[in-house]
């Protein structure tokens, strides 16, 4: 899954993952410093610049982006294999580059663009959840404008406009992806 920041993707996870016990959301490592709230392991894997660079090195990415803030993240092979070996789905929250990698390179990869239903409502959520300074909710703004441009190239594209139609969009559509295997 990705989209903007703002457009409810963690939202739709949530749900469909309490809807759907065959899959687990695949926790991406970071160089982000860790929020007061966060916990290693739980939102993120939180790492050192050094410790991702010898990372990617070690080809140890599914996927890695350098983010507009200049943090990068990705998602860690091990962690897909540690959502294998427990017999579920991997689900991936990505930026738009990962995604498109993904959607390149892994055979049966279900790609979906979540939106929020206007570009003021997506401005709106940022601001509300105050987790970045104005400064960065102007940045994620620009980017979000670039980045609803290519939502014609996943497989699907989710408005995010009510949540519990979205989800049971989102639900439907992994159920038919997952027949399909």
Known sequence: M?????????TLERAVLERMPELALAISATTRPRRASE?????????TDTEFTERVA????LEWV????????????SEIDRIRDLGRVPLLDLEIEGALHVRDTVDGALT?????????ELE???????????????????LAREQQKQAGEFDYVIVN????????????LVEHALARV
């Open 39 to 47: 916990e290693n392991g739980r939102e993120y894997w939180f790492i």
């Open 124 to 142: 709106r959520r940022l601001r509300e959840r105050a987790t970045e300074s104005s400064g960065e909710i102007d940045e994620r703004l620009e």
């Open 2 to 10: 990705t989209g903007p920041s703002g457009a409810g993707k963690g």
């Open 66 to 77: 350098t983010y507009v803030s200049g943090h990068r993240y990705g998602t860690l092979r």
């Open 161 to 172: 406009d009510d949540v519990d139609r979205a989800a049971d969009e989102l639900e439907q």
């Open 112 to 120: 979906v663009f979540v939106d929020a239903p206007t570009f003021d």
């Open 58 to 61: 070690d080809d140890e990415f």
